[in-house]
């Protein structure tokens, strides 16, 4: 913004402080109220989640069961096991595999679309993926249990085809049309003028791509694949309705699995408010909160540090 | 001429650079087909469902029959709740942003909270909806705790792209009606918003298609499984088209296998034909920008 518009100082004699100079005033507080709404929601949602939670997770949830047992048995009378292990394996496991179908192809999927494609091809490229980033996640897990689910089974001859491979190609297909735009934005940021540059010097278009695009784009696509980590981490009605949800430590994709985020969405309906079992779901939501928040954090200053070295 | 002929390095690069682009285009369609393939399968299975009739009648027979009317009325209920707090709230801090931010700290965060915001998990959102509105502010399992909760999900949608379509406004506009003695609010509401309107529009629409598949936020703040009669008001509980997806798949036993395919096709024809909507609105107006 143009320095003389600061607006808080005033020309003496110039102003002469009528309705419109107040109405400046108060739209100034009220847009302004508007932009700090962000960041009281992320503080309350902490807070919120916190306030349910985090004592329980403090004080009374045993963090060594929880990182160690694979035993999630929070009904089980007189002593429930909270342990959470199975739950993180669960959740990693399908991330993991999701991120081996995403990362290369939406890498390559980002490179063709923006330094191959030209013209109408480009567009109508862009309209689709944008289009397939749009599909609502629980329609997801439909297609993961009526259309992947009888697939697996008859492709590889198993019984149950609700598995760790399900729900990691339903996300994986899910998280990469994001990943896709994010990592093309990333291309688009590198300037022409550094890939004239490598042209004028007679490099072919894969030369210029690989030897100057992609260094010069590296942060930007490291972020883009930790947002689609944070997206695959934070999924919950696709994995739900394809992993099979249940406790269990895999030992192959065959196997199901649950998360962390569809063990909350299967039982919180189910627990009595103020119960252990209610509080246990609440400290899952505190962790899945600081992982996502780090994630993005993360994202957040790899992208900055390509900004800072332009 | 000899300098023009291509020598066996060149020809050598030529072939890699014909093959690396095939390969990357063998990878996005990789990426594409089998999603086309699968709406294509939807659309199969679930057509023969739809009708005026499945649209517009309650389910019966424990959801194993009838239709979808009282799962969209209440997704349009929660639509309005959620656009009704969320638009205005997200304007004003696209407003804040493009027009009044300073680079500094507090920017800054903003903008780190923005990315938060929307990449924290649904369910998260839906225990902070459970915690904050349903309980905090004792709204009860609600229209308006389920709304809310949509609305806080999706504001980062709102903010980015209206902060877009203002940034697009130039900035010679500005100055022109500053330079004539007009203060910042006179501009931005006389010069900047109608300049941006259709842009945020865009934003708005694209809002909706979000609003209208997310499921975990709203299960415990206000969407119930069945209820036999439609939402009076804000306070009731309602059905939602994407949590009727998600109960007709998995928990009524005994549904006929094309009914569930019915409900997924008319709640991903109803998001993608908004987001479509959104993205030929965009470039319409992109073709029709007068600067």
């Known amino acids: ?310 | 001429m000899s300098s023009f002929r291509a020598t066996e390095l060149d020809r050598r690069n030529q072939r890699r650079e014909r093959w690396v682009r095939g390969l990357f285009l063998v990878m996005t369609l990789m990426l594409i087909l089998p999603v086309l393939i699968i709406l294509g399968t939807l659309a199969w299975r679930g057509h023969s469902v739809i009708s005026l009739d499945f649209l517009l009648s309650f389910p019966t027979n424990g959801m194993t029959e009838g239709g979808i009317f009282p799962a969209l009325v209440g997704t349009l209920w929660l639509v309005g709740v959620a656009l009704v707090v969320s638009v205005p709230m997200g304007v004003a801090a696209a407003i804040y942003l493009s027009e009044y931010a300073p680079e500094n700290l507090l920017t800054r965060s903003i903008n780190l909270a923005i990315i938060n915001l929307a990449g924290v998990p649904s369910i998260v959102h839906a225990l902070f909806g459970v915690g904050a509105f349903v309980l905090f502010f004792n709204f009860g399992t609600s229209i308006l705790a389920a709304g809310l909760t949509l609305a806080v999900m999706t504001l980062p949608v709102v903010i980015v792209s209206t902060r877009e379509s203002l940034q697009a406004v130039p900035q010679a506009f500005r100055e022109a009606s500053w330079s004539l003695g007009a203060t910042r609010w006179q501009t931005i509401r006389r010069i900047v918003l109608p300049n941006s309107v259709s842009g945020i529009l865009t934003g708005v629409i694209l809002e909706v298609s979000r609003t209208v598949g997310e499921t975990a936020p709203i299960m415990f703040t206000g969407a119930a499984f069945f209820l036999p009669f439609l939402p009076l008001g804000v306070g009731d509980q309602t059905m939602a088209l994407s949590l009727h997806l998600f109960t007709v798949s998995t928990q009524v036993p005994n549904v006929p296998e094309a009914l569930p395919f019915g409900v997924a096709l008319t709640l991903i024809s109803l998001v993608l034909i908004l987001n479509a909507v959104s993205i030929a609105f965009r470039m319409y107006l992109r073709g029709k920008k007068k600067w």
């Open chain 1, 1 to 310: 913004m143009s320095e003389f518009n600061r607006g808080r100082r005033t020309v003496p004699g110039a102003d002469t402080l009528g309705s419109s100079w107040w109405w400046d005033r108060i739209a100034q507080g009220v847009v302004f109220l508007g932009g700090i709404s962000a960041i009281v929601f992320i503080v309350a949602i902490f807070i919120f989640v916190a306030q349910q939670g985090l004592g329980f997770a403090i004080f009374e949830l045993d963090k060594g069961v929880f990182l160690t047992s694979p035993e999630w048995r929070p009904t089980t009378e007189p002593e429930p096991v909270f342990g959470g292990l199975a739950l993180i394996v669960g959740t990693a496991s399908v991330t993991g595999l999701a991120m081996l179908v995403a990362v290369p192809f939406s890498l390559g999927a980002a490179i063709f679309i923006g330094e191959f494609a030209t013209g109408r091809a480009r567009e109508y490229l862009k309209v689709l993926v944008e289009l397939l980033a749009a599909i609502p996640s629980v329609v997801w897990g439909f297609i993961g249990l009526t259309v992947v689910n009888p697939l697996i089974i008859d492709l590889f001859n198993v019984p149950v085809g609700l598995t760790i491979l399900n729900a990691g190609v339903i996300l994986g297909l899910m998280a990469a049309p994001i990943m896709t735009t994010i990592a093309e934005d990333a291309l688009k940021a590198v300037p022409d003028s550094y890939r004239e540059a490598a042209e004028a010097l007679g490099a072919t278009r894969w030369q210029v791509i690989r030897q100057v695009v992609l260094p010069s784009a590296k942060n930007g696509l490291v972020a883009a694949i930790l947002l689609g980590v944070g997206r695959g981490f934070g999924e919950t009605m696709a994995v739900l309705m394809a992993s099979g949800h249940s406790v269990n430590l895999p030992t192959s994709p065959f196997d199901s699995v649950r998360a962390l985020t569809a063990t909350i969405a299967a039982e919180l309906g189910e627990t009595a408010r103020g119960s252990e079992h209610y509080k246990a779901l609440f400290s899952i939501g505190i962790l899945l909160f600081l992982v996502t928040f780090t994630i993005n954090l993360l994202a957040d200053v790899a992208v900055r540090g390509r900004r800072k070295r332009r």
